[in-house]
């Protein structure tokens, strides 16, 4: 079974820009996590998606925001980007209605803004 | 304030010497206690989930269990395949998860 995957796998942005990052989950898994992971703060939620509804949100910025399309596959867009939002972000999905499911996580997109 | 914090960063240990990490948390209401290793450059790999105080899960060399405020997660006679950081996280009642810093180990062949 493949596992979750996630492009670009790298991405270089300037300030100021926004970026999309997408996410496809394991096959018949509903549910899609964001996650910031940064040397500092570790690994921090930002969303989660279930049956295309936002269904929970972290204490990031409104400059973050995320969708999910029927078939289960997930984008990110960061807006106006900041120095700071250079991480590697992660996605993870989960099988079934209950986010206490076992997460799987994808390689990550390596996100630096300059 | 919702917090996990794991105890060492970072631990090295020669081939077959035992260990546990510690991952302490405090949260309004626990619903699950994960734990994750990752490998440098590739996502989070799931290990175990530990619901309520007093359950332990194996695999393999690992075995973790869980108190009510903290979780170890013991080494059995590592090898250096095992190098890697293992992450913790925690989910509280209103379903955000919480993840700390991790414990970088590494293994001493």
């Known amino acids: 079974k493949a596992g979750v995957t996630q492009t670009p796998r790298y991405l270089i942005k300037t300030r100021g820009q926004q970026v999309t990052l997408s996410c496809s989950p394991i096959?018949?898994?509903?549910?899609v996590s964001w996650y910031q992971q940064t040397p500092g703060q570790g690994l921090q939620f930002l969303f989660e998606?279930?049956?295309?509804?936002?269904?929970n949100k972290g204490n990031f910025p409104g400059r973050f925001s995320g969708r999910q399309f029927s078939n289960s596959r997930s984008e990110m867009n960061v807006s106006t980007l900041e120095l700071g939002d250079s991480a590697l972000y992660l996605c993870?999905?989960?099988?079934?209605?209950?986010?206490?499911?076992?997460?799987?996580f994808g390689p990550g997109t390596r996100l630096t803004v300059t | 304030e919702d917090q996990v914090t794991q105890s060492p960063e970072a631990l090295r240990l020669q081939e077959g010497e035992s260990s546990s990490l510690n991952c302490s948390y405090t949260?309004?209401?626990?619903?699950?206690l994960f734990w994750y290793r990752q490998d440098p450059g590739k996502g989070p790999e799931f290990l175990f989930t530990?619901?309520?105080a007093g359950e332990e899960k194996e695999k393999e060399r690992l075995k973790a269990t869980l108190t009510k405020k903290e979780s170890f997660l013991h080494i059995t006679a590592p090898k250096p395949e095992d190098s890697a950081t293992y992450l913790c996280?925690?989910?509280?009642?209103?379903?955000?998860?919480?993840f700390g810093t991790g414990t970088s180990l590494t293994v001493i062949p």
């Open positions: 993870a999905s989960s099988l079934g209605a209950t986010i206490t499911y076992e997460q799987y």
């Open positions: 096959s018949g898994h509903r549910s």
């Open positions: 998606y279930f049956s295309e509804t936002q269904r």
């Open positions: 949260v309004s209401g626990l619903r699950g």
């Open positions: 530990l619901y309520s």
């Open positions: 996280a925690v989910q509280a009642t209103g379903n955000q998860f919480y």
